[in-house]
Nanobody, 121 residues
Framework: QVQLVESGGGLVQPGGSLRLSCAAS????????MAWHRQVPGKQRELVAA???????NYLDSVKGRFTISRDNAENTVYLQMNNLKPEDTAVYYC???????????????WGQGTQVTVSS
């Protein structure tokens, strides 16, 4: 019912930048919180950044000042601008959205397929 398409991952040197995108499509009535999480093998998935409908944001402490989350409500898209990347940022990054579908009062969460970010020299 909802499809999320992520893009923008890749290999970058320490200190470099990447911009992740996640576009939502389907039978969407409204999108509430949009967020980025990341996961490395053997560790739990962690919240990196989240943004509300009105633009309120919160960040993982280790990325504050380096990452910026934003959203385009008209395009149902969330972005993550990552600057000054460090090797410890290496992970698979997943977007997550909370949506209300047409004809349904409940809210549902959907995950993207994940995109690999590798920071290495």
């Amino acid at each position: 019912q909802v499809q999320l398409v992520e893009s923008g991952g890749g290999l970058v040197q320490p200190g470099g930048s990447l911009r992740l995108s996640c576009a939502a499509s389907g039978s969407i009535f409204s999108i509430y919180v949009m967020a980025w999480h990341r996961q490395v093998p053997g560790k739990q998935r962690e919240l990196v950044a989240a943004i509300s409908t009105i633009g309120s944001t919160n960040y993982l402490d280790s990325v504050k000042g380096r990452f910026t989350i934003s959203r385009d409500n008209a395009e149902n898209t969330v972005y993550l601008q990552m600057n000054n990347l460090k090797p410890e940022d290496t992970a698979v990054y997943y977007c997550k959205v909370e949506v209300r579908l047409h004809g349904a009062p409940a809210r549902y969460q959907y995950w993207g397929q994940g995109t690999q970010v590798t920071v290495s020299s």
